[in-house]
């Protein structure tokens, strides 16, 4: 039976039923990706000994009456995690050799709940761009399109996942990390709420693995199905046992309603500083359709929503400035023509203390708004980029590069407004899966839900993929598993 593309769920079911073995679901992973990766390119490190050890331990364990969360799953994790014995370089030639000798603290939960890590995902260098391409490891190439990326800076865990090439993976988001990938290759994405999962271990080589809390930054789950975010997003979230000096725990509240009739939600997909792409547009208006068929409550505008212009403009200070703390950028001279957010992407890099405490501020006062709107709403639903996957653009200087957006060309990092809208104020977002572009290429857009209320977007993802569908194979992997 083939069963590269079922669920963690249904594997784990399957597994608990002895209809399969862990060693036989990793084989057939491992010969999957020896198949398919040399053109997609997204597993940059294998680990199959590893791997195939890990399994057998799994069925050995379930053979002794274990039964834990994950186990004998097989996953793959993002390159930029420590994984014992393994380099982590985040694509940097200079930390080629980077071998870390502990496990990041998420590699460890997945372990502990019994995954089998397939090895690691492709990103881009540094981690600091929306395509997985670097020096040592190449470019890695979108399932459904080849010329096209699968995004980043989580593209390789999304390639992974949309090809067959284990059931989960975990990624790492500031800028869309996890939810632009996730809507370029047609699968599942969760953005944690700020703070709620441990990030030590996803540190920038050569740096230790510290237990500090990133400013914007988190790490969460990717899948094929909302259930399996939910699943995964279990073992991840918790504070790091180094900060609390106890075993990592987490109540998150229950999803705010269980059936879609029940759900309050805002729908936007239009900003004042970039446009939208008709193909995105498509997937909110499918997914609005979806809501307003089950009865929920569905408006368009709402005074209690944040200033869209300001929310960019502050989050595009806080994303640069931290960038430039760990990648010094050379300083921008003022254009006299630049908007708003040419003026906060120029000034990011070089806030001083000072000028980021009062960024800070202003980010406080836009959570207050934030508890405000969710008092009266459940969720926002956005688009994540104004388009689908686009072809590779490896121009050197990002600034230079073009997003065509219906034949107009705009500034490349101009896209990041859509994903800064959830990153700034730290919120919860899901991205689902939300149709085909009129190309076939996949379509997705996020679920923004109130903080730490996790759950809340994770159910209406779930709802949502029983009315609107969800995960389907690229047509050239289909192709090649029935054959």
Known sequence: MEWSFHSAEQLATALRAGEVTSVDLTEDAISRIERDDPEINAICVPDFDRARAAARRADEARARGEDRPLLGIPVTVKESYDIAGLPTTWGMPPHRDHVPAEDAVQVSRLKAAGAVVLGKTNVPLGLQDLQSFNPIYGTTNNPWDHERTPGGSSGGSAAALAAGFGALSIGSDIAGSLRTPAHFCGVYAHKPTLGLAATRGMTAPPGPALPVEPDLAVVGPMARTARDLTLLLDVMAGPD???????????????????????????????????????????????????????????????????????????????????????PLTPREPDPAETVLDAALRRGPSLSHHEWLAANHRRELHRHLWRRFFAEFDALVCPITPTPAFPHDHLPDPGKRRLEIDGEPVPYWNQLVWAGLATMPGLPATAIPAGRSPEGLPVGVQLIGPMFEDRTPLRLAELLEQEIGGFSAPRTTAALTQA
Not at 278 to 287: D, P
Not at 311 to 321: D, G, K, R
Request: proline share 8%.
């Open 241 to 327: 046992p180094l900060t609390l000096g106890i075993a990592h725990t987490v109540t998150l509240p229950p999803a705010r309603h269980e059936r879609l009739a029940d759900f309050r939600v805002l729908v936007l997909d239009e900003h004042p500083l970039i446009p939208t792409g008709a193909a995105v547009r498509a997937g909110v208006k499918r997914v609005t359709d979806a809501l307003l068929a089950a009865g929920a409550r569905v408006e368009r505008q709402s005074p209690l929503l944040p200033d869209l212009t300001e929310t960019a403009a502050l989050y595009a200070q806080l994303l640069f400035s931290g960038s430039a703390a760990r990648f």
